[in-house]
């Protein structure tokens, strides 16, 4: 027999998947948006402070394309369209002259309060001519308003000097320069806070996205087969997460269970579909017996588990539910049974019980069940003992199917162990949880006894972009399970860095 069923795949390229990273940034939109508003608040904030205020002061000219010496001679007040056209077509040379070198030098002589250069007064001060007409306006802008003011008169004491070398034409101050009263909006310090905000949230949105394309975990069918190349037995999604179905019951929150309607047609159809390729393993190759097992906790294991069981019994076969989980016995909670004690296969191979007094049929799920409701503290021991093998071996002739639910593999040897005693194995990847390479490591450990991998169970699916049974995916929700033990990840609950939210499936 193969030690583990693989997809030959020659895909070794990068696929970037757009959509995804789409709905990864929309479900942390709110963290973009709180690093949008502090950088761009920060951006503002700062920019406040390094920049000074500035003050500017306006002034206007009037062109005309007569000299001060014909306008004084000739007397006439009258103004020709030519006269009009020739004036707006002068307003451009006196705006270069206005602001050209020698207007700042002029200007530069006479700031005694306020020294500066002429290239100083260059920067300070800019001149343009309204559309279609002789009016230029002028501005000057200065660090104070006392500056400012100084500046806008230099102006008007030099500037008719300084135009003067154009005999062609006049130009006119038309209003006295005033002391400016209150300082210039600031106009950095709105677009310094829109690039700051927008540059937050880019780069955050980066961060994101490389973060979690380095985790490297399953998001896919595609990805089980592509990079764990590994053979998938079935896709189970999410569950509707409406308060029809998460409503209390007397042993706490209500569990999956393919009985429960409300857990939805795709929920069940799923379970049939992977019971058939159970069939199929049994009439190919005689497989009974199946180790359910995970990389780590809350991947569903159990939940699959009872649900396998469940199915093939709902056919008419004959199936022991075993919980080998003797660190966090679950199978009992999982189907809503509260009125058993003990310590399940412990007390059979402890030799507490015989194996048909500890073995129970639950007459409600047509299925006979070998479960505790208490840890031990030496369960290890207890699977590796020789009687946990013959049991198993005992059990195999009795019944139709056996299913054990394990420890996650990943943590402890207790699956592995279990492993050894049964025809094959089924592995529980729960979605974008666990990395690949803890992945790979889990199933090493798993088949390394020469145990056949049935194939994978992908979990807790959130794909909504394929068709099926693989599209019945709502929102998560999440509760506290943990292991109070590790292999890789420390002892205490709450267990290591994977531990995060997670679904109703997650047991």
């Not at 690949?436 to 056949?452: F, M, R």
Request: charged fraction near 20%; charge should be neutral; aromatic fraction near 8%.
């Amino acid at each position: 027999m193969s030690k583990i069923v693989r997809k030959d795949t020659d895909s070794d390229g990068v696929e970037v998947n757009i959509m995804y990273a789409f709905g990864l940034l929309l479900r942390r939109l709110w963290l973009l948006i709180l690093v949008a508003l502090v950088v761009g608040a920060s951006c503002a904030v700062i920019t406040k402070a390094v920049e000074e205020p500035t003050y500017t002061l306006s002034m206007t000219f009037i062109v005309n394309n007569k000299s001060e010496k014909d306008l004084s001679s000739s007397g006439e007040n009258s103004v020709s369209y030519n006269d009009m056209s020739a004036s707006a077509y002068m307003a451009n040379t006196f705006v270069h002259l206005m602001t050209g070198r020698t207007m700042c030098n002029a200007i530069a002589a006479e700031c005694k309060s306020y020294p500066k250069t002429a290239d100083q007064v260059a920067k300070m001060i800019a001149a343009s001519r309204k559309t279609d007409s002789s009016i230029i306006d002028m501005t000057v802008t200065a660090s104070s308003p006392e500056e400012a003011y100084e500046l806008a008169q230099a102006v008007k004491d030099t500037y008719k000097d300084v135009v003067q070398v154009y005999s062609g034409g006049s130009i006119h101050l038309c209003d006295e320069p005033e002391l400016p009263t209150k300082p210039d909006k600031s106009v950095g310090t709105v677009r310094n806070a829109i690039i700051g905000a927008l540059a937050g949230a880019v780069i955050c949105a980066l961060i994101i996205i490389i973060r979690d394309s380095a985790r490297n975990t399953v998001r896919s069918q595609e990805d089980i087969q592509n990079k764990l190349q590994l053979n998938v037995i079935g896709e189970v999604s999410q569950v509707p997460s409406g308060e029809r179905f998460y409503k209390k019951s007397a042993h706490g929150d209500r569990e999956l269970l393919i009985t429960d309607k409300a857990c939805g047609f795709a929920f069940v159809e799923t379970y049939k579909a992977m019971r058939t390729k159970l069939e199929l393993l049994n009439g190919r190759r005689g497989y009974k017996s199946f180790v359910v097992s995970s990389a780590g906790a809350n991947e569903g294991k159990t939940t699959v588990a009872v649900n396998l069981s469940l199915a093939l019994a709902q056919n008419g076969y004959s199936v022991l539910l075993v919980d080998a989980d003797l660190r966090k016995p679950s199978v009992l909670k999982n189907l809503g049974i509260s009125n058993l004690s003990g310590n399940g296969i412990a007390d059979v191979v402890n030799g507490a019980k015989n194996s048909s007094d500890a073995i129970k049929y639950i007459e409600k799920y047509k299925i006979f069940v070998l479960a505790g409701d208490e840890s031990i503290t030496d369960p290890t021991e207890v699977l590796s003992n020789a009687k946990t093998g013959e049991f198993i071996a005992a059990a195999r002739e009795k019944f139709d199917y056996i299913i054990i639910d394990t420890p996650p593999v990943g943590i402890v040897a207790d699956a592995a162990i279990c492993a050894k005693y049964t025809d094959s194995s089924i592995f529980v990847i729960r979605e974008d949880v666990f990395p690949v390479p803890a992945i790979l490591e889990a199933v090493s450990d798993l088949t390394q006894g020469g145990t056949d991998l049935a194939g994978c169970v992908y979990n807790i699916s959130t794909d909504r972009s394929k068709g099926g049974y693989g599209n019945y995916s709502i929102s998560r929700r999440g509760y506290g399970y943990g292991y109070g033990y590790g292999k890789h990840y420390g002892y205490g609950y709450g267990y290591g860095s994977h531990s995060g939210s997670h679904g109703k499936n997650s047991k």
